[in-house]
């Protein structure tokens, strides 16, 4: 079963900045729609943001919208996240997730494959 990787989480600073990256473990994987997810303790999983593959299209939500940003590279079959103005709110599990095939998703549910998580934590 094809997993995910993400990397680049660590403690930042109230206004920094950190980018994250997801892998899955086989070059091959049909990654049409990615995404990003976070959860911080006693919370609900919360969507972050999405990307379609084939065009790059991007969507977000409303908590970190004009903050942070997805890419992808497709030459190395990567997606980043690119955390910019961290706030102490945004400290939580950074996870990526992939198995959708609805640009328009944005429940946890609609994901059926997930990394194991980066943790972010933003100091005050």
């Known amino acids: 079963q094809v997993q995910l990787k993400e990397s680049g989480g660590g403690l930042v600073q109230a206004g920094g900045s950190l980018r994250l990256s997801c892998t899955p473990s086989?070059?091959?994987?049909?990654?049409?729609?990615m995404a990003w997810f976070r959860q911080s303790p006693g919370k609900e999983r919360e969507f972050v943001g999405i990307?379609?593959?084939?065009?790059?299209?991007?969507a977000y939500g409303a908590s970190v919208e004009g903050r942070f940003t997805i890419q992808r590279s497709a030459s190395k079959n990567t997606m980043y996240l690119q955390l910019n103005n961290l706030q102490p709110e945004d400290t939580a599990v950074y996870y990526c997730?992939?198995?959708?095939?609805?640009?328009?998703?944005?429940?946890?549910?609609?994901?059926?494959?997930w990394g194991q998580g980066t943790q972010v934590t933003v100091s005050s």
């Open positions: 086989e070059p091959t994987f049909n990654n049409n729609i």
């Open positions: 990307i379609r593959w084939r065009d790059a299209r991007t």
């Open positions: 997730a992939a198995g959708s095939r609805d640009y328009y998703s944005r429940r946890a549910d609609d994901f059926g494959t």
